[in-house]
């Protein structure tokens, strides 16, 4: 004959041992090392719960406990509102070789009724609910992710070819702040690349077209447009305008990377790194004293001309949205601190023989600025430096973005 209702909880009490609050209370103020999962809904767990507690809602707790818990010797405290689903999912728990499970009487409920203190996440709207819901079923992302990435303020240098992809990801993404620092205005030839921008925007600054195209995908996302050319007199100004969490840099010549470069190393502030060159590209993440910076790899730029612009060079259309979308990717890994980003490591992309190659990058013990021996302690003239100074050169060094 089935068990009732009053069986199977009599069966349970049995084998889980109950802790009222105020146990539970004195053994998490003693740092007891226990885990503390709250396997109520979604909804209930979003509007408070104790601080720490892991939100395993029962119809997944099988699923995902052991991923969340590995260890089945670690101590665990279940808890849900009234202390029913809690005592189950202990009960469960037990079966899955968790030998250490208490369920804490009473709930949240009690919790909360003993005037104990409880943790309040971040509120999202119900579009954000919907909006955002893809992230919110990646334990890696959820909704802890999702309240860092509003939170995040993302620089991207360059509204072109590069910075379109990624600043169109980052919105999507709902990356809350995201700057854009283009001096130039819509031009037909950009169209090729720069999806941001349409062809009866030909003319608009690019800021502006860019605002348009990236509010009208995602209004919970601000745009702080800077329309000037980017130098070493307003860089640092910039940065820290919005105290930017990362910088992306996507422009296309040399002064402007190795500024980036410096301004970043200078400020501590994590580079997302990306060129192109017609059918081949590349892209890092230069974290200052956690990796190499581009200076370590390239302490000298390269003769004035020898390496030539998408400009005068040309690029295939489709190469800056795979690098401007693993820069986007790289972005947010730095932003949610999961996975490997390319820190150390430099991805080579050849579009022509679908050739991916990741090279180990170090650090250089000599690096004139992220060294301890460095010798740039400030933002020097990077024209000059570039050898750009002047003459012919001049139009080289008009800072198109890729
Ligand atoms: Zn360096």
Redesign the pocket.
């Given at each position: 004959m089935a068990k009732t209702y009053k069986e199977i909880m009599a069966e349970a009490r049995k084998s889980v041992p109950e802790w009222s609050v105020d146990q539970v209370k004195a053994q998490l103020d003693n740092g007891g090392g226990h885990s503390l999962i709250d396997v109520r809904e979604k909804e209930e767990f979003r509007e408070g719960h104790l601080r720490g507690a892991l939100s395993l809602p029962r119809g997944f707790l099988e699923m995902r406990v052991e991923e969340a818990i590995p260890d089945k010797n670690t101590a665990v405290i279940a808890y849900c509102a009234g202390g029913t689903r809690s005592l189950l999912a202990a009960r469960n728990l037990r079966e899955l070789g968790y030998s250490n499970v208490v369920s804490m009487t009473g709930g949240y409920t009690a919790w909360k009724n003993a005037g104990l203190p409880f943790e309040q996440d971040r509120q999202f709207s119900t579009e954000q609910l919907t909006r955002y819901s893809r992230h919110f079923m990646l334990p890696e992302v959820g909704e802890a992710g999702q309240a860092k990435l509003l939170d995040a303020k993302v620089l991207c240098v360059g509204a072109g070819g590069l910075g379109s992809p990624t600043a169109f990801y980052l919105a999507a993404a709902g990356v809350g702040t995201i700057g854009l620092v283009d001096h130039d205005t819509v031009d037909l030839s950009n169209l090729q690349r720069q999806i941001l921008h349409t062809n009866d925007r030909i003319g608009m600054p690019k800021i502006e077209s860019a605002r348009q195209t990236l509010t009208a995908l995602n209004p919970d996302v601000r745009i702080v447009g800077y329309q000037e050319r980017l130098s070493s007199d307003n860089i640092m100004r910039i940065i820290a305008d919005q105290d930017y969490d990362v910088i992306v840099d996507g422009c296309d010549n040399f002064p402007t990377r190795y500024l980036v470069n410096d301004a970043c190393?200078l400020t501590g502030k994590p580079n997302v790194h990306g060129s192109i060159f017609q059918f081949e590209g590349q892209a890092a993440v230069f974290y200052p004293h956690r990796g190499?910076?581009y200076?370590?790899l390239f302490p000298e730029p390269p003769p004035p001309g020898a390496a030539p612009s998408c400009a005068e060079a040309g690029v295939l259309g489709v190469l800056p949205g795979l690098i401007g979308c693993v820069q986007a990717l790289e972005t947010l890994k730095v932003i949610l601190d999961i996975g490997k980003p390319l820190i150390g490591r430099m991805m080579y992309f050849d579009t022509l023989s679908m050739e991916v190659r990741i090279h180990k990058l170090r650090?250089?013990p000599n690096?004139p600025?992220?060294?301890d021996k460095a010798t740039i302690k400030e933002l020097i003239d990077y024209e000059e430096f570039c050898g750009l100074r002047g003459g012919h050169q001049e139009d080289q060094s008009a800072q198109a973005t890729a």
């Amino acid at each position: 004959m089935a068990k009732t209702y009053k069986e199977i909880m009599a069966e349970a009490r049995k084998s889980v041992p109950e802790w009222s609050v105020d146990q539970v209370k004195a053994q998490l103020d003693n740092g007891g090392g226990h885990s503390l999962i709250d396997v109520r809904e979604k909804e209930e767990f979003r509007e408070g719960h104790l601080r720490g507690a892991l939100s395993l809602p029962r119809g997944f707790l099988e699923m995902r406990v052991e991923e969340a818990i590995p260890d089945k010797n670690t101590a665990v405290i279940a808890y849900c509102a009234g202390g029913t689903r809690s005592l189950l999912a202990a009960r469960n728990l037990r079966e899955l070789g968790y030998s250490n499970v208490v369920s804490m009487t009473g709930g949240y409920t009690a919790w909360k009724n003993a005037g104990l203190p409880f943790e309040q996440d971040r509120q999202f709207s119900t579009e954000q609910l919907t909006r955002y819901s893809r992230h919110f079923m990646l334990p890696e992302v959820g909704e802890a992710g999702q309240a860092k990435l509003l939170d995040a303020k993302v620089l991207c240098v360059g509204a072109g070819g590069l910075g379109s992809p990624t600043a169109f990801y980052l919105a999507a993404a709902g990356v809350g702040t995201i700057g854009l620092v283009d001096h130039d205005t819509v031009d037909l030839s950009n169209l090729q690349r720069q999806i941001l921008h349409t062809n009866d925007r030909i003319g608009m600054p690019k800021i502006e077209s860019a605002r348009q195209t990236l509010t009208a995908l995602n209004p919970d996302v601000r745009i702080v447009g800077y329309q000037e050319r980017l130098s070493s007199d307003n860089i640092m100004r910039i940065i820290a305008d919005q105290d930017y969490d990362v910088i992306v840099d996507g422009c296309d010549n040399f002064p402007t990377r190795y500024l980036v470069n410096d301004a970043c190393v200078l400020t501590g502030k994590p580079n997302v790194h990306g060129s192109i060159f017609q059918f081949e590209g590349q892209a890092a993440v230069f974290y200052p004293h956690r990796g190499p910076c581009y200076r370590c790899l390239f302490p000298e730029p390269p003769p004035p001309g020898a390496a030539p612009s998408c400009a005068e060079a040309g690029v295939l259309g489709v190469l800056p949205g795979l690098i401007g979308c693993v820069q986007a990717l790289e972005t947010l890994k730095v932003i949610l601190d999961i996975g490997k980003p390319l820190i150390g490591r430099m991805m080579y992309f050849d579009t022509l023989s679908m050739e991916v190659r990741i090279h180990k990058l170090r650090r250089d013990p000599n690096c004139p600025i992220c060294s301890d021996k460095a010798t740039i302690k400030e933002l020097i003239d990077y024209e000059e430096f570039c050898g750009l100074r002047g003459g012919h050169q001049e139009d080289q060094s008009a800072q198109a973005t890729a």
